[in-house]
């Protein structure tokens, strides 16, 4: 069975930076696509960023593209998120997803899920 546990989220202001992780098992990480969603409150959960098997390509919502960083260390069977210039439209439940196939920017691409993590950016 797979695992994916988030972590690294909570408070930060406007303009900050936040580290998340997603740590996962039950798998061989080297072989999962990663991606990040979000849901903010009262929204669907959107896409937020996508990194294939060996991390050679990267995916990114238009909201986030330059701020935002997803990295894989599949020695740690670990990904990441890096946020960056964080802004108070970025607050969401953060949610880490995987796939064994080379999956895109829709949820239903993606079989494993995390419980979430709260990112909440203050103005």
């Known amino acids: 069975q797979v695992h994916l546990r988030e972590s690294g989220g909570g408070l930060v202001q406007a303009g900050g930076s936040l580290r998340l992780s997603c740590a996962v098992s039950?798998?061989?990480?080297?072989?999962?696509?990663m991606a990040w969603f979000r849901q903010a409150p009262g929204k669907e959960r959107d896409f937020v960023a996508s990194?294939?098997?060996?991390?050679?390509?990267?995916a990114y919502a238009d909201s986030v593209r330059g701020r935002f960083t997803i990295s894989r260390d599949n020695a740690k069977s670990t990904a990441y998120l890096q946020m960056n210039s964080l802004k108070p439209e970025d607050t969401a439940v953060y949610y880490c997803?995987?796939?064994?196939?080379?999956?895109?920017?829709?949820?239903?691409?993606?079989?494993?899920w995390g419980q979430g993590t709260q990112v909440t950016v203050s103005s």
């Open positions: 997803a995987a796939d064994e196939s080379l999956s895109g920017d829709y949820e239903y691409e993606y079989l494993y």
């Open positions: 990194i294939s098997w060996g991390g050679g390509s990267t």
């Open positions: 039950g798998r061989t990480f080297s072989s999962l696509s």
